[in-house]
């Protein structure tokens, strides 16, 4: 179960809106499921709610503040690029504390009855609720129907002031909530996520940026896009100079942090993809990320670690460069790099873990993928999140190679499997798809051992899901190679459903802002040439 917290100073407009048919008709029956008890008393449970109910139910959350006149406002802060900091520009009303509890689509559907204690479970355990009433919050929980992705939810409004007009605590709230929503989901027997257990480090799509790629034609958000462009840098970047130039290369704008009074030291960097014109379909707006907040492996201290003093001072230059706007920052992808040699060695040894694989597969991705996040940038994600729970093993080489052929019935030996991959590797040179499915071959290879020996028993949600994002990884392949082959014996293949085309890469550009095909390969995008 997933929280989503927003602020507003509109009690009267969420709950209409929340009780409306929504901005696409998604929302289905809307009923007022549970809520403060001045809130039942004056609309029932388990009714269809109209605009009239809604109102009144805002009126009834409203009360106390209007009572006790008590004003509650959370600053707005904006970026200030001169600064290098966030700074605070004013003040809004921020009254209305909303929170949306989300279960994933594979879930199903809870009954009302259960949503109804949950609601409750949640808003005491938020601190919403005092046994004597005199500091309570009055609140709304509401339900109407799954959303457009079909993931089953409810809505949580309180009213901040509470019933003697002082102010709700709300700090650390978004911490809160997800402790809250974890020790609710085993309380109530529901899927307990993985990734707030073990605090993979990775953090999910926001509402309102799954709503912006909709409305833009992709369900791929900027975050989870920027994320894979980063980490498939990481995959081909040898120093900290050639990861800030590769992501250049990559379309990604970079936003640099140095420290206060020192210029010569890095303290962080921000990633935004460029803007897309609303006379393109998009909505003109450049939204600004942290490295951290997408993946915490990205965060300009890990990146240091893992290039160490590699590339610094060429990195400190080129964010200068960046900073001082004698490099202009980047409208497309120029440029798609091959493996670094460090990351092509751990491959073919087999002496990878996790965190390498992730970023492999991102970089896989971009080439077999494109613009589109299949099978490859889910394993990315998958094997990321486990790189950050269980930062302490590489895969024992001895193992990688030692794979049961079902088919066959023979054990491939290592000296075999890596003599096979070379030569893959080497027509690759001639054929640049051939080099990147081989790539992809060997990944899949690994990824398996891996998942097996380490998954299965301490991540099992993840292994199931590598499992899944494997097998399909593994399918696309075949059938490619299946269309490679018929195609130099001058037959045509019969187009599956998941049939790949030419792999050159679709950049995310052109009218909805995500469609435009670039002319060609570019740079190295030529497989593995090594």
């Not at 899927?191 to 799954?210: F, N, T």
């Not at 003599?419 to 398996?448: F, M």
Request: aromatic share 6%; proline share 5%.
């Amino acid at each position: 179960m997933m929280p989503n917290i927003t602020r507003g100073g509109r009690m009267a407009g969420l709950v209409v809106y929340l009780s409306g048919p929504g901005r696409a008709n998604e929302h289905t029956n809307p009923q007022l499921i549970a809520g403060d008890e001045l809130v039942t008393f004056a609309v029932p449970t388990g009714k269809t709610l109209s605009t009239d109910d809604a109102l009144d139910i805002a009126n009834v959350l409203d009360e106390p503040r209007k009572m006790h006149g008590t004003q509650i406002q959370a600053p707005v802060r904006e970026y200030d690029e001169e600064q290098g900091q966030y700074v605070t520009t004013g003040k809004k009303d921020a009254h209305v504390w909303h929170c949306s509890l989300s279960l994933k689509e594979n879930e199903g559907e809870l009954s009302a009855e259960k949503w109804a204690e949950i609601a409750h479970d949640f808003v005491e355990r938020m601190g919403f609720k005092d046994p004597d009433g005199e500091k309570t919050s009055r609140w709304a929980a509401i339900h109407h129907g799954a959303s457009k992705n079909g993931n089953d939810h409810i809505h949580i409004a309180v009213q901040l002031v509470r019933e003697d007009g002082t102010k709700a605590g709300v700090h650390n709230d978004f911490k809160r909530a997800q402790q809250a929503s974890n020790e609710i989901e085993k309380k109530h027997n529901l899927v307990v996520l993985a990734s707030r257990e073990h605090e993979y480090g990775i953090s999910g799509d926001k509402p309102a940026e799954v709503a912006r790629a909709h409305s833009q034609g992709t369900t791929v958000t900027d975050r989870a896009e920027l994320r894979r462009r980063a980490r498939a840098c990481l995959a081909t970047a040898s120093s900290q100079g050639e990861y800030i130039k590769h992501l250049h290369d990559m379309g990604v704008h970079v936003q640099p942090r140095f420290a206060k009074g020192d210029g010569t030291k890095i303290e962080g960097y921000r990633l935004a993809l460029p803007s897309t014109p609303k006379e393109q379909g998009g909505d003109g707006r450049q939204i600004w990320y942290s490295p951290s907040k997408l993946d915490k492996s990205l965060a300009w201290p890990r990146v240091e670690e893992r290039f160490g003093d590699a590339g610094q001072r060429e990195a400190v230059t080129l964010m200068h460069q960046i900073r001082d706007k004698t490099v202009a920052q980047p409208q497309t992808i120029s440029k798609l790099h091959d493996l670094s040699p460090a990351a092509y060695d751990k491959l073919i040894s087999g002496k990878v873990g996790p965190d390498t694989m992730a970023n492999i597969y991102a970089r896989v991705s971009l080439t077999v993928e494109k613009s589109k996040h299949g099978p490859s940038a889910q394993l990315s994600d998958n094997f990321s999140r486990v790189a950050w729970s269980m930062r302490h093993y590489e895969l024992p080489p001895e193992v990688l190679y030692k794979q049961r052929n079902t088919q066959q019935g023979t054990t491939r030996g290592i000296g075999q499997a890596r003599q096979q991959w070379r030569l893959a590797t080497q027509a690759g040179k001639r054929d640049p798809i051939k080099g990147w499915l081989a790539i992809l071959q060997q990944a899949n290879r690994v990824s398996r051992v891996l998942t097996t020996t380490n998954l299965n028993r301490e991540r099992a949600q993840l292994a199931i899901a590598a499992h899944k994002g494997i097998d399909a990884a593994e399918t696309i392949r075949t059938q490619r190679h299946a269309e490679l082959s018929a195609k130099k014996a001058g037959s045509t293949p019969s187009k599956g459903p998941n049939t790949l085309h030419p792999l050159t890469y679709t950049e995310r550009t052109k009218g909805t802002g995500r469609d435009e095909p670039q002319r060609g390969a570019k740079g190295t995008d030529k497989g593995y040439e090594r």
